[in-house]
Structure formats: structure tokens, C-alpha cells
């Protein structure tokens, strides 16, 4: 399993487009969350119409979701003839008909659109896929992906429910942390990210969606003393790749 971290920032970071990560397996191309800033990100790592197999959405702001219609009609535009699967909320069946309204009738591909719970547990093609909340200021669904060798989970938005065993023994937690040392507006920290991931035997931690203010004054001058003895700790840059 390899892991592209597409873009790894905040909402409204003007020089890190929004956290989104590919998942790539043997048989499986996954995107999880497409905010307004990936999609130009997506087409500089790959062009090709039929590259993706399924795509998941966490919740519905806009950092998460809002480029899911350009995405789309580009596929149709370029050509794209094979099913698509969409994984996430009920809503998303508005998304295209607000931004691009009846041109989906167009399309000659199908979107298959798979609603998904807390608690849901998918099989697609060779990965299972399972999903629970985080505590967020909107519903979120934190998403774990096995491919029966490895695990690996994403948070979305939010900090995962404390005492919950759904992320024990990753191999990789990409963690949303907005601010070093405290929680703000739904969010989670870094400190309080780590701290979990230790108490979770998480082998490695990812720290995505950083405050763009955060990064830019204050992580070049600590970035070296955010360590583990127990975890590995990643920052990931836009289009860096880990494999599992």
C-alpha cells in the first residue's frame, strides 16, 4: 500500500492546497477528500480519467468536498467510460447539479454513490474499510483502511473519541492538528495527536492541516523537537509519497 499526500493543509492556507491523500493498493486508487485546492493537485500527479476507482469524502466543508464536481467533469470531458464509486454522505448527490446543473446526464460513466455510517464496514475490490466519528463541529467520519497486510487510518477533520481501540495498532495515522498544544473549533493538536498515538501503538503519525499561520512563524523554529520514543512522526510536504 502507498500513500501520495496530494495536499496537507488547512482551509484557507494559500500556499498548501487542502488535505487529500491517495491510497494505492494492487488493485485499488482511492482518493480520500477533495476540497476546492485539490483538484489541480490531483491532475499534477495523475491526468488520466479512469486513474481512480473510488473516491471518499469525510464531511461536507467545503476543504473536504467543494472540488468533487470539477473532478468529475473532468473525467467525463476526458473521456472517462469505466463506474465510478463514490464513498460519503447522502448530500453529495446535490454537489453536481449545484455546480455544473444537468450535466451529469452527459456523463458516460457511472457514479456509483455509497452512503456510509459510523460503524459501516465496506469491502471494495481488495482493500475493507471501516469508519467512525471524531469530535469535529460538523459530523465527520474518520475512515481505517486494511489491505490485509497493513492498516492505515485518515481523520478527516477532529480529534479521534478518546478510549476508542479503532485506531490501535496502525501502521500509519494521518492525523488533522490545526495547533501545537490545543484543540481549537473542532480541531486537534499536535500534542494531543501524539500523545493518543503513543497510547495507541501507532507506528507512525502523519500531521496534516496545520494552521497556516502555525507553519509558516512557528514549526521551522520547533519542528525538529516534535519527537517520539514511540512513534514515528512525519510532517508530510504536498505530492510526498510513504509506503506501507
Known amino acids: 500500500m502507498k500513500i501520495i499526500f496530494l495536499g496537507t493543509g488547512e482551509a484557507f492556507d494559500e500556499n498548501v492546497p487542502n488535505n487529500s491523500h491517495l491510497v494505492i493498493t494492487e488493485k485499488t486508487k482511492l482518493l480520500l477528500d477533495c476540497g476546492y485546492s485539490v483538484p489541480q ?72 454513490l455509497v452512503e456510509v455510517q459510523e460503524g459501516s464496514n465496506v469491502k471494495f475490490q481488495d482493500i475493507k474499510m471501516s469508519f467512525q466519528k471524531t469530535v469535529h463541529s460538523g459530523q465527520n467520519l474518520a475512515v481505517k483502511i486494511t489491505d490485509g497486510k497493513n492498516s492505515y487510518a485518515y481523520s478527516g477533520d477532529g480529534s479521534p473519541i478518546a478510549g476508542s481501540n479503532f485506531y490501535r495498532d496502525l501502521d500509519l495515522f494521518i492525523a488533522e492538528t490545526y495547533l501545537y498544544d490545543q484543540g481549537k ?60
Not at 500534542?191 to 494552521?211: D, M, P, Q, R, Y
Open 41 to 112: 493537485q490531483f491532475w499534477k500527479f495523475n491526468s488520466d480519467p479512469n486513474f481512480l476507482d473510488a473516491i471518499y469524502i469525510s464531511h461536507h466543508h467545503a476543504d473536504h468536498s467543494f472540488g468533487l464536481p470539477a473532478i468529475l467533469m473532468r473525467m467525463w470531458e476526458d473521456g472517462r467510460k469505466r463506474k465510478l464509486t463514490i464513498f460519503g454522505f447522502n448530500g453529495l448527490r446535490n454537489y453536481m447539479e449545484f455546480a455544473y446543473k444537468d450535466f451529469q446526464k452527459k456523463f458516460k460513466y457511472k457514479i456509483n
Open 185 to 244: 473549533i473542532g480541531h486537534a493538536s499536535v500534542v494531543g495527536a501524539i500523545k493518543f498515538s503513543e497510547e495507541n501503538n501507532i507506528k507512525c503519525l502523519a500531521l496534516t492541516h496545520l494552521n497556516r499561520d502555525f507553519r509558516k512563524n512557528e514549526l521551522p523554529k520547533i519542528k525538529e523537537t516534535i519527537k517520539s520514543d514511540k512513534v514515528r512522526i512525519v510532517i508530510p510536504e504536498p505530492l510526498d509519497e510513504y509506503n506501507l
